[in-house]
């Protein structure tokens, strides 16, 4: 249709404009790079992830006794002690979330370079879930932030973030970075390729406006 | 307009104040006026910033073991991060105070003259764009959850009382599609 959508403000402009003229955002109709964004960031959280389950998350002192916890140590101790839902959300904060988020960003971006079976409108829903919840892995960081501000009781007990805190932090930051960089609108071009029940299924798939229709 | 998340174009609709417009390929929600949005928005905007700085500055947790005390504010509690890990003390400053702030003074300098019928800011649309870009890095919300987290963390060694409350910003999402540009 040669036109160019705005994604903040849903605007569209004639092709080959590069700033939308009512919101001022930079106009591209796919993002070319966005795939190679996406696994580049996706690379680096993974890398940050490993650091960050094997250093020690909260280092507690009591009367002397230095105690190390890793994530999970951490939440195994929780469990320990009967509690069980904090242990929960903690292990599915740090542990479930993070490896599912790696998991569908990759099916995602597999599933824009190759064929996919699941159905587009499935994946954007997938990639929805990623989007917001990418956020609250974050939750852990905070937890040993206000921990070892509050325990400062010199020798009776005392926590200090380990490590791992920063490896986490900068892994959740980069898969977030990961998931904002994916175009989710090229989820929906790989649809149409090889979607022949399309009515519009044609023509090059990196300029694909072609469907009109009014809601 | 076009569908922001899967590009299939329509011609805009007449929406009322309590319809919404859905995209029919991916369901997202297009248009979903509300009325008198921008004035509920500039005011919690206003509270949350007074409280804001109020938690910021104010002991928000304190903790008693064998006699002593510590308390702590949401300033102490990001520079609990230090030497090696200073960094990670600005970026908690920034997810929990800073960028949340940032976002709801950008959101008032928007609206108060959208609201007012006068003119736009001479900045609004960069300012909205920016306020739109920064939601998904204010993590007040993730921040108050995490305090309930510690608290049962602690439970078990001390006692712990509350002191001033942070101020946690209500999901601005939904209020969002209304005052668009």
Known sequence: ?215 | MACPKCDFVYSVPEVTSNERAYCHRCHTVLIAPRRKAGKQIIALAASVLILIAGATVYPFLSISVGGQTHSASILETAFAFSGALTALAVAVLMFIVIIPAVRLVLLIYVLLPVIRDLALARYAKPAFRMAEALTPWAMAEIFALGCAVALVKLADLADVAFGWRPGCSPPWSFWWFSPKV
């Open chain 1, 1 to 215: 249709m040669g036109l160019v959508a705005c994604t903040r403000c849903t605007r569209v402009s004639p092709m080959g404009s590069t700033i939308c003229d009512r919101c001022g955002s930079t106009l591209a109709s796919r993002d070319t790079a966005s795939l190679q964004k996406v696994w580049a960031w996706w690379f680096v959280g993974l890398i940050c992830y490993i650091p960050a389950n094997l250093y020690p998350m909260l280092e507690t002192r009591t009367l002397g006794n230095v105690s190390n916890a890793t994530i999970v140590e951490g939440a195994v101790e929780l469990a320990h002690h009967g509690a069980f839902g904090v242990a929960a959300i903690i292990l599915i904060a740090s542990v479930l979330i993070p490896v599912s988020k790696f998991m569908i960003i990759a099916v995602l971006a597999f599933g824009i370079q190759r064929k996919s079976s699941i159905s587009a409108h499935y994946r954007l829903i997938l990639f929805e879930i990623v989007e917001y919840i990418g956020r609250w892995s974050m939750i852990d960081v905070f937890v040993v932030a206000i921990l070892s501000a509050l325990v400062q009781f010199q020798t009776l007990a005392s926590m200090t973030p380990g490590r791992a805190s920063l490896f986490f932090a900068l892994s959740v930051v980069f898969t977030m970075l990961s998931a904002q960089s994916l175009d989710p609108r090229l989820i929906w071009d790989s649809e149409n390729n090889h979607d022949t029940d399309s009515p519009a299924a044609t023509g090059p798939s990196q300029t694909s406006l072609e469907k009109e229709r009014s809601a």
